[in-house]
């Protein structure tokens, strides 16, 4: 610390906000008699260009080396107070918000009181200011590119936007062909088109794109860096690659739920029971005998192993409803005298067509029936569906010749891997979880890495594009930028106390920290770093220190608190 | 009498219902009887419950406890009806064959209408430790495999498989009392606790690392609802199954026999033992052994649990038992084989009243392996 702190004090009105709880000239004038306050005043609205302009005058005019603004949440005005010191000549840094609205005048209703805690607030702002120091704003450069890992559609469609923007696109899929599960389909609900019409077109154009570089039968072995600057190694075969990108979208998809795991259904006993990735490759093939011949009989099941917590899917799998509307369809139009029935909880029919879709399948002679399947064993050569018909409020032995499960999707068995990989969170379903559902539903809590379709949960193919494109765009902004902003109070560590335990690279949740190989100490990569404090907090030998929040800072404002 | 539906429909977690029918669909007593489990909560949560005196259909649920393991909201239809069927035990509107049973075990520890000083006469002639000085092993044998004359066979039996793999075991003798897990289903709450508050101290006094029960219904309430300490509760299939495969029992004997096996329901969909009787049988020299097509968790419950001992239920035309014995016999197995004692007497009536005594024959698995010991 300087031995002179020279502090503003600014308290802001927010119209009759604040001022109409917090008597606001008492407030001041305790401010002003606080140790390092060189100046204190009160103005209507302080966010206000005049309300700036004061911060601004008073830090060239008075040499101001601190300020400390009292009135709302930090989360809304704090830069703009900032960027008000900064253009006074004074580091962004050093500016230390006291909230006396939401913590103060907006939840209390006795005056004095009010203007007593507006006071303490204050004062530990003012405590911890003479301690602040500057940080510097930095920005890094960014390697052009992105890597997309997973060849279906997301991937598909991600890479060819970022190459079409003229970055270079790197796409890892495991398997030995591009497509993904929707290459599994045989047409697409509602309008019934041909998937053969559209998927090999698309993967065509991605083989043939001079800025798209395929990795067919492989999988990312590593992720090192941070936005910007991604270090990518993908293993092929034997061969390894290290890429080198600015940006990652993980489109990885889902696993299909496997029905052996309802033992209810008997699926795995009887022929007669298939799933509707089986019923899409025999409607491909025009193969719909079971035992030699035509069903007479077909049932479908729906909610087969989704909104179900005996298997851990409490979710809806959001495509089950219209993919068995399209199958019964095809059936009941491919073998008109056939019984063709949808036993069902709720028929969800959200996208765009799905209704009209839904209805189609009706008036086409698709009968919908309500009621959860329990159970199926033999009866004869057929099987029996023991399900209550809710509406009948009977249950009943419904036979089939054919019976179609509605299986839904789940999180890929090595989602785990993928997730550790680049330390991603997930969500209670176990699918990725998005940085904010509404706000920011394709990006990630790592900077830099993006989510496309139903790696982040169940979605249709419409929808699985709309965020694969969502998630090109995103990777796009720092590609095109060319500069990416870092934090700046990020954590450093003090070698002469740093033992090397290592607890601050198991904690941290953005893997910043690292050992040393040479020196055994460890050492913060500040671009990494998002200064949550993790490190610091668990340092036996206060080694860590979290700058803008140091100990000296913090317990100068609890003890201004306190005493 | 007035039911306060809203604190059921609380006290239950009834509201995770979506009323999507699955438990009422895999009810085996559904297509048979009026009970319709589902529509029964649906009543409760909009406060419509009819007058329960009325309902005699609820005497009709096994607890099987299918619905509840269905469930795909984790709701627990059966527990509705235990407790509509408490309503009726406070209410005194109750069976008389249930106030039977339960007169006879509040004041003779069994449900059977036998004296507490006949308890341990089955083992007449057996010298068996009485586990109160401390055993390894207790082998808690329930009532009817202790009173019962044709379940006591399967306790003797497995008396002697414990002696012959050398295993330090002991019984409760007439101390032994019943488990409740019946008790607690017919909705007989206080009873059930009474005998929880005697029965766990008792069995801890013991200071067994394991009890082996004869009965999947012992086990049952005593694995979920006494929270013993100390002790590892096991079905006898499981301690076989594991003395076999150790090698700590061996047989000297051929049995030639087709046999299929019947998974009990508080032993298969309840508490997940299917692998364990079945190693037992395929271990036997001289077994075939073949499945029914409705098998482990798609098993049709014989009838027995929940009370159905005592109480008949309505429409006793069609007992579930009659369809199963059918299908034993339709596999060609002459011996029907199960691990229950409840199964064991429902399932070897059932044989007989539809006369297919000729061709199969019901036997407990430990039937099968005092044979071949």
Same mark, same amino acid.
């Given at each position: 610390?300087?031995?002179?702190?020279?502090?503003?004090?600014?308290?802001?009105?927010?119209?009759?906000?604040?001022?109409?709880?917090?008597?606001?000239?008492?407030?001041? $004038?305790?401010?002003?008699?606080?140790?390092?306050?060189?100046?204190?005043?009160?103005?209507?609205?302080?966010?206000?260009?005049?309300?700036?302009?004061?911060?601004?005058?008073?830090?060239?005019?008075?040499?101001?080396?601190?300020?400390?603004?009292?009135?709302?949440?930090?989360?809304?005005? $704090?830069?703009?107070?900032?960027?008000?010191?900064?253009?006074?000549?004074?580091?962004?840094?050093?500016? $230390?918000?006291?909230?006396?609205?939401?913590?103060?005048?907006?939840?209390?209703?006795?005056?004095?009181?009010?203007?007593?805690?507006?006071?303490?607030? +204050?004062?530990?702002?003012?405590?911890?200011?003479?301690?602040?120091?500057?940080?510097?704003?930095?920005?890094?450069?960014?390697?052009?590119?992105?890597?997309? +890992?997973?060849?279906?559609?997301?991937?598909?469609?991600?890479?060819?936007?970022?190459?079409?923007?003229?970055?270079?696109?790197?796409?890892?899929?495991?398997?030995?062909?591009?497509?993904?599960?929707?290459?599994?389909?045989?047409?697409?609900?509602?309008?019934?088109?041909?998937?053969?019409?559209?998927?090999?077109?698309?993967?065509?154009?991605?083989?043939?794109?001079?800025?798209?570089?395929?990795?067919?039968?492989?999988?990312? $072995?590593?992720?090192?860096?941070?936005?910007?600057?991604?270090?990518?190694?993908?293993?092929?075969?034997?061969?390894?690659?290290?890429?080198?990108?600015?940006?990652?979208? +993980?489109?990885?998809?889902?696993?299909?739920?496997?029905?052996?795991?309802?033992?209810?259904?008997?699926?795995?006993?009887?022929?007669?029971?298939?799933? /509707?990735?089986?019923?899409?490759?025999?409607?491909?093939?025009?193969?719909?005998?079971?035992?030699? *011949?035509?069903?007479?009989?077909?049932?479908?099941?729906?909610?087969?192993?989704?909104?179900?917590?005996?298997?851990?899917?409490?979710?809806?799998?959001?495509?089950?409803?219209?993919?068995?509307? *399209?199958?019964?369809?095809?059936? *009941?139009?491919?073998?008109?005298?056939?019984?063709?029935?949808?036993?069902?909880?709720?028929?969800?029919?959200?996208?765009?067509?799905?209704?009209?879709?839904?209805?189609?399948?009706?008036?086409?002679?698709?009968?919908?029936?309500?009621?959860?399947?329990?159970?199926?064993?033999?009866?004869?050569?057929?099987?029996?569906?023991?399900?209550?018909? /809710?509406?009948?409020?009977?249950?009943?032995?419904?036979?089939?010749?054919?019976?179609?499960?509605?299986?839904?999707?789940?999180?890929?068995?090595?989602?785990?891997? +993928?997730?550790?990989?680049? *330390?991603?969170?997930?969500?209670?379903?176990?699918?990725?979880?998005?940085?904010?559902?509404?706000?920011?539903?394709?990006?990630?809590?790592?900077?830099?890495?993006?989510?496309?379709?139903?790696?982040?949960?169940?979605?249709?193919?419409?929808?699985?594009?709309?965020?694969?494109?969502?998630?090109?765009?995103?990777?796009?902004?720092?590609?095109?930028?060319?500069?990416?902003?870092?934090?700046?109070?990020?954590?450093?560590?003090?070698?002469?106390?740093?033992?090397?335990?290592?607890?601050?690279?198991?904690?941290?949740?953005?893997?910043?920290?690292?050992?040393?190989?040479?020196?055994?100490?460890?050492?913060?990569?500040?671009?990494?770093?998002?200064?949550?404090?993790?490190?610091?907090?668990?340092?036996?030998?206060?080694?860590?220190?979290?700058?803008?929040?140091?100990?000296?800072?913090?317990?100068?404002?609890?003890?201004?608190?306190?005493? | 009498?007035?039911?306060?539906?809203?604190?059921?429909?609380?006290?239950?977690?009834?509201?995770?219902?979506?009323?999507?029918?699955?438990?009422?669909?895999?009810?085996?007593?559904?297509?048979?009887?009026?009970?319709?489990?589902?529509?029964?909560?649906?009543?409760?949560?909009?406060?419509?419950?009819?007058?329960?005196?009325?309902?005699?259909?609820?005497?009709?649920?096994?607890?099987?406890?299918?619905?509840?393991?269905?469930?795909?909201?984790?709701?627990?239809?059966?527990?509705? %009806?235990?407790?509509?069927?408490?309503?009726?035990?406070?209410?005194?509107?109750?069976?008389?064959? @249930?106030?039977?049973?339960?007169?006879? #075990?509040?004041?003779?520890?069994?449900?059977?209408?036998?004296?507490?000083?006949?308890?341990?006469?089955?083992?007449?002639?057996?010298? #068996?430790?009485?586990?109160?000085?401390?055993?390894?092993?207790?082998?808690?044998?329930?009532?009817?495999?202790?009173?019962?004359?044709?379940?006591?066979?399967?306790?003797?039996?497995?008396?002697?498989?414990?002696?012959?793999?050398?295993?330090?075991?002991?019984?409760?003798?007439?101390?032994?009392?019943?488990?409740?897990?019946?008790?607690?289903?017919?909705?007989?709450?206080?009873?059930?606790?009474?005998?929880?508050?005697?029965?766990?101290?008792? %069995?801890?006094?013991?200071?067994?690392?394991?009890?082996?029960?004869?009965?999947?219904?012992?086990?049952?309430?005593?694995?979920?609802?006494?929270?013993?300490?100390? @002790?590892?509760?096991?079905?006898?299939?499981?301690?076989?199954?594991?003395?076999?495969?150790?090698?700590?029992?061996?047989?000297?004997?051929?049995?030639?026999?087709?046999?299929?096996?019947?998974?009990?329901?508080?032993?298969?969909?309840?508490?997940?033992?299917?692998?364990?009787?079945?190693? #037992?049988?395929?271990?036997?020299?001289?077994?075939?052994?073949?499945?029914?097509?409705?098998?482990?968790?798609?098993?049709?419950?014989?009838?027995?649990?929940?009370?159905?001992?005592?109480?008949?239920?309505?429409?006793?035309?069609?007992?579930?038992?009659?369809?199963?014995?059918?299908?034993?016999?339709?596999?060609?197995?002459?011996?029907?084989?199960?691990?229950?004692?409840?199964?064991?007497?429902?399932?070897?009536?059932?044989?007989?009243?539809?006369?297919?005594?000729?061709?199969?024959?019901?036997?407990? #698995?430990?039937?099968?392996?005092?044979?071949?010991?």
């Amino acid at each position: 610390m300087e031995s002179q702190p020279r502090i503003g004090v600014y308290i802001c009105h927010c119209g009759t906000n604040i001022a109409a709880t917090v008597d606001v000239e008492a407030v001041r $004038e305790f401010a002003s008699r606080l140790p390092g306050v060189v100046v204190a005043r009160n103005y209507t609205y302080m966010c206000s260009e005049p309300g700036q302009g004061l911060i601004k005058q008073d830090c060239e005019e008075q040499g101001l080396k601190r300020v400390v603004v009292a009135s709302c949440s930090p989360r809304m005005h $704090e830069p703009t107070f900032q960027k008000a010191a900064q253009s006074g000549g004074v580091n962004p840094y050093r500016v $230390e918000m006291a909230n006396i609205r939401e913590q103060c005048s907006w939840v209390h209703k006795d005056r004095t009181e009010a203007t007593e805690k507006a006071k303490s607030l +204050i004062a530990s702002a003012v405590a911890k200011a003479t301690w602040l120091e500057p940080l510097e704003k930095r920005e890094v450069g960014v390697t052009p590119g992105a890597v997309v +890992i997973g060849g279906g559609v997301a991937g598909l469609v991600a890479a060819l936007d970022v190459a079409d923007a003229g970055f270079p696109a790197y796409l890892v899929e495991q398997s030995d062909h591009l497509g993904g599960r929707v290459a599994d389909l045989d047409r697409t609900f509602p309008e019934m088109e041909p998937v053969a019409d559209w998927l090999p077109q698309l993967v065509e154009r991605v083989q043939s794109h001079q800025k798209i570089t395929v990795f067919l039968n492989s999988e990312v $072995e590593s992720v090192d860096g941070f936005v910007g600057n991604f270090k990518v190694k993908v293993s092929q075969l034997s061969a390894s690659s290290d890429l080198k990108v600015g940006a990652i979208v +993980i489109a990885t998809g889902y696993d299909v739920f496997d029905p052996q795991r309802k033992p209810e259904f008997g699926y795995g006993h009887y022929p007669q029971i298939v799933t /509707t990735l089986e019923m899409e490759k025999r409607l491909a093939e025009g193969d719909l005998t079971i035992n030699g *011949k035509m069903p007479k009989d077909i049932a479908f099941i729906k909610c087969v192993g989704s909104r179900d917590v005996q298997v851990g899917n409490p979710y809806c799998s959001r495509v089950c409803c219209m993919v068995s509307a *399209k199958q019964a369809r095809l059936l *009941k139009e491919q073998l008109p005298d056939s019984r063709v029935s949808v036993f069902y909880i709720d028929v969800r029919t959200f996208g765009k067509r799905g209704e009209e879709f839904y209805d189609e399948a009706r008036q086409a002679g698709v009968l919908y029936r309500r009621g959860n399947v329990s159970e199926i064993y033999k009866k004869g050569d057929r099987v029996a569906l023991r399900v209550e018909d /809710t509406f009948l409020r009977r249950t009943i032995e419904h036979e089939a010749d054919l019976v179609v499960l509605a299986v839904g999707m789940q999180a890929r068995d090595d989602v785990e891997d +993928i997730a550790a990989l680049l *330390k991603l969170p997930r969500s209670a379903d176990g699918f990725f979880l998005e940085a904010h559902p509404k706000l920011r539903p394709v990006d990630t809590a790592v900077d830099g890495v993006f989510l496309a379709g139903c790696c982040q949960g169940p979605k249709d193919i419409p929808d699985t594009i709309a965020q694969a494109k969502a998630a090109a765009s995103s990777s796009l902004i720092p590609l095109l930028r060319g500069t990416v902003p870092v934090e700046s109070a990020t954590a450093i560590v003090d070698a002469e106390l740093c033992a090397g335990c290592g607890m601050c690279v198991d904690v941290c949740p953005f893997g910043a920290p690292a050992l040393d190989p040479l020196f055994g100490v460890s050492v913060v990569n500040a671009v990494l770093c998002k200064g949550c404090g993790t490190c610091a907090a668990i340092c036996p030998s206060k080694a860590m220190r979290l700058q803008h929040f140091t100990p000296e800072q913090i317990l100068a404002q609890v003890d201004a608190l306190v005493w | 009498m007035q039911v306060d539906t809203q604190e059921l429909a609380e006290r239950l977690s009834l509201f995770g219902c979506i009323q999507c029918g699955k438990c009422a669909g895999g009810c085996p007593v559904s297509m048979k009887t009026t009970l319709d489990v589902r529509f029964l909560i649906y009543e409760a949560l909009i406060g419509q419950l009819p007058d329960p005196t009325h309902m005699e259909e609820l005497w009709d649920c096994t607890c099987c406890f299918t619905c509840v393991e269905r469930c795909p909201k984790d709701v627990k239809p059966a527990e509705l %009806i235990i407790g509509l069927r408490s309503l009726l035990v406070e209410n005194g509107t109750i069976p008389k064959t @249930v106030t039977d049973a339960l007169q006879g #075990i509040f004041r003779q520890g069994n449900p059977l209408g036998f004296a507490r000083e006949q308890r341990a006469d089955w083992a007449d002639g057996l010298n #068996i430790k009485a586990a109160q000085e401390g055993c390894e092993l207790l082998y808690f044998v329930g009532c009817t495999p202790a009173y019962d004359l044709r379940v006591q066979p399967v306790s003797r039996a497995l008396a002697r498989t414990f002696q012959a793999a050398g295993l330090d075991y002991g019984t409760l003798g007439i101390e032994e009392s019943c488990c409740g897990n019946e008790v607690r289903r017919v909705g007989e709450q206080g009873l059930f606790e009474m005998l929880v508050e005697e029965g766990k101290p008792l %069995i801890e006094s013991t200071h067994a690392k394991r009890m082996v029960t004869t009965s999947p219904h012992c086990m049952n309430t005593f694995k979920k609802e006494y929270g013993l300490s100390g @002790v590892e509760v096991m079905h006898y299939t499981q301690l076989v199954a594991q003395l076999i495969a150790d090698k700590n029992l061996e047989f000297s004997k051929k049995v030639e026999k087709k046999v299929t096996y019947h998974d009990p329901c508080f032993l298969g969909k309840q508490n997940h033992i299917f692998d364990e009787p079945r190693a #037992i049988l395929q271990s036997i020299p001289g077994v075939k052994f073949v499945e029914m097509d409705r098998s482990r968790e798609r098993s049709l419950c014989c009838e027995g649990g929940g009370g159905r001992m005592w109480v008949e239920g309505t429409n006793m035309e069609e007992r579930l038992a009659f369809q199963r014995v059918h299908q034993a016999a339709d596999t060609g197995a002459q011996v029907l084989a199960v691990a229950c004692p409840f199964c064991l007497l429902t399932l070897e009536d059932a044989v007989k009243v539809q006369k297919l005594d000729d061709r199969l024959q019901v036997m407990d #698995i430990m039937e099968l392996v005092n044979l071949a010991l």
